[in-house]
């Protein structure tokens, strides 16, 4: 995370982030609207996004880390969103409705995670491509040892875009469910990411995410931690 975007070049933004080369890459500035805390952009290394789920937790204990209040507004490129944040752990609201854009076929998501038909579950949902802002591909697969053994396949994921231009390079989000209990893994090759390890570096840390709904929108929650920090020298 960048605290101070502003005073960054601002035609070097996706440089930045390409350099850094990590799944996320988060730029901060002040709010438009004074009641809010910050506005937040976010990068991935080839593109900016709307709004993603991982970096706003990390901004949000960031931001809190150091010195902004635990109850905090950031402005997204989907609207406001209510944070809070103390110690390492935050969580967000947001009231944007669920979109359910398309519906590629089963077969084309095997293919893109090198798996069988019979991999894919269909009997709770066909694979869809959906947004809370941000547009991914979501499939449930048949059980946790599918589900480890999944690879992208890059030239898939190629066709997947090229058929479904709207979403973000055919990302897909794939799943099993237990439960209340979800595991989950995210791919995205064509945006130099192969598999998002909840975003940043892979070291072997565990992710996990909470997630409640309610009539005040969804609530989402998660740790993060510092893991560098250093000087950027443009």
């Known amino acids: 995370m960048f605290p101070e975007a502003p005073k960054l070049p601002q035609d070097k933004l996706q440089r930045i982030a390409r350099e850094f080369d990590v799944s996320e890459t988060t730029f901060v500035y002040p709010p438009d609207d004074p009641a809010h805390r910050a506005s937040v952009r976010i990068f991935t290394p080839t593109m900016e996004e709307p709004f993603a789920g991982h970096p706003t937790i990390g901004a949000a204990v960031a931001l809190h880390a150091l010195g902004r209040p635990e109850a905090m507004g950031l402005e997204s490129g989907v609207g406001p969103i209510k944070a809070a944040a103390s110690g390492n752990v935050a969580r967000f609201t947001t009231t944007r409705p669920l979109e359910i854009l398309t519906e590629p076929a089963a077969e084309l998501v095997a293919e893109c995670l090198s798996l069988a038909i019979g991999d894919i579950r269909l009997h709770r949902h066909a694979p869809v491509q959906a947004s809370l802002g941000l547009p991914f591909v979501i499939a449930e697969l048949s059980d946790r040892e599918t589900l480890s ?82 000087r950027l020298l443009l």
């Open 149 to 230: 053994c999944t690879l992208p396949v890059t030239d898939a994921f190629r066709r997947g875009a090229m058929l479904f231009p709207g979403g973000l390079d055919f990302a897909i989000f794939c799943y099993t469910r237990a439960g209340t209990r979800l595991d989950a893994r995210t791919f995205a090759p064509l945006d130099n990411i192969p598999e998002d390890p909840a975003t940043g570096s892979d070291m072997g840390r565990p992710s996990r995410i909470s997630a409640s709904t309610g009539t005040g929108g969804m609530t989402i929650s998660g740790a993060a931690r510092r893991t560098m920090e250093g």
